[in-house]
């Protein structure tokens, strides 16, 4: 079975610009959440979204927008990119269903860089 | 807020022998799960092991154990046998029950041969 994929690989962008990244799940998995992780630094939750619903936002300003499809694959987009928001995002998904939690599963990531 | 902590940024360890990696979380929360996640050089990140904070008896998956003191808010991950192959960052997160991953700032393991 495929594991959790991320589109694209790298990615290089100006600052001001847009970007969107894709996540695609593992099949049967309804769940999915996106990660930031800056270099030398543990994953900061972004999004999580279920059943396509928002169930949860970490501490990150309007540019940061997400949104999952009736397929349960994910798009997160940030506007008016900043030098900060370089770094790697993952994706994850898990079997989780409202209560308790689940072990996530990660994609390998997106790479983006600001210049 | 939930908070984890790993106060150890980079430890070694020689092949085959143990190695100890420290994690504290603080959290107000009374059901409540801890990870130990591996992230090799080529970046996917991979559970390593699970510890749901109801159960007492400390979690194991074959090299790898836990230390999960509750009262103390610690969860320490011991691996023994230490492969070339466990060379990786290794992170300690915290979730819940939304399902919202805290995870620490990592600690970097080399296994020397």
């Known amino acids: 079975d495929a594991g959790v994929t991320q589109s694209p690989t790298h990615l290089i962008k100006t600052r001001g610009q847009h970007v969107t990244l894709r996540c695609s799940p593992i099949?049967?998995?309804?769940?999915v959440s996106w990660y930031q992780q800056v270099l030398g630094q543990g994953p900061q939750f972004i999004f999580q979204?279920?059943?396509?619903?928002?169930?949860g936002r970490g501490n990150f300003p309007d540019r940061f927008s997400a949104r999952q499809f009736p397929n349960y694959s994910s798009e997160l987009n940030v506007n008016a990119l900043l030098l900060g928001d370089s770094a790697l995002y993952l994706c994850?998904?898990?079997?989780?269903?409202?209560?308790?939690?689940?072990?996530?599963?990660f994609g390998p990531g997106t790479r983006l860089t600001v210049l | 807020a939930q908070t984890v902590t790993q106060s150890q940024p980079e430890m070694s360890v020689q092949e085959a022998e143990t190695v100890t990696l420290s994690c504290t979380y603080d959290t107000s929360e009374n059901n409540y799960y801890l990870f130990w996640y591996k992230q090799p050089p080529s970046r996917q990140m991979i559970l390593v092991i699970r510890?749901?904070?109801?159960?007492?008896q400390n979690a194991t998956e074959n090299r790898f154990s836990v230390n999960f003191q509750k009262a103390a808010k610690s969860f320490s991950l011991k691996i023994s046998d230490s492969q070339l192959g466990d060379t990786a960052m290794y992170f300690c997160a915290f979730g819940h029950t939304g399902n919202q991953f805290y995870f620490g700032t990592g600690t970097s393991l080399t296994v020397i041969p």
């Open positions: 994850a998904s898990s079997s989780w269903q409202g209560t308790g939690s689940s072990q996530q599963f």
């Open positions: 099949s049967g998995h309804k769940s």
């Open positions: 979204y279920y059943e396509k619903e928002e169930r």
């Open positions: 510890q749901e904070a109801y159960k007492q």
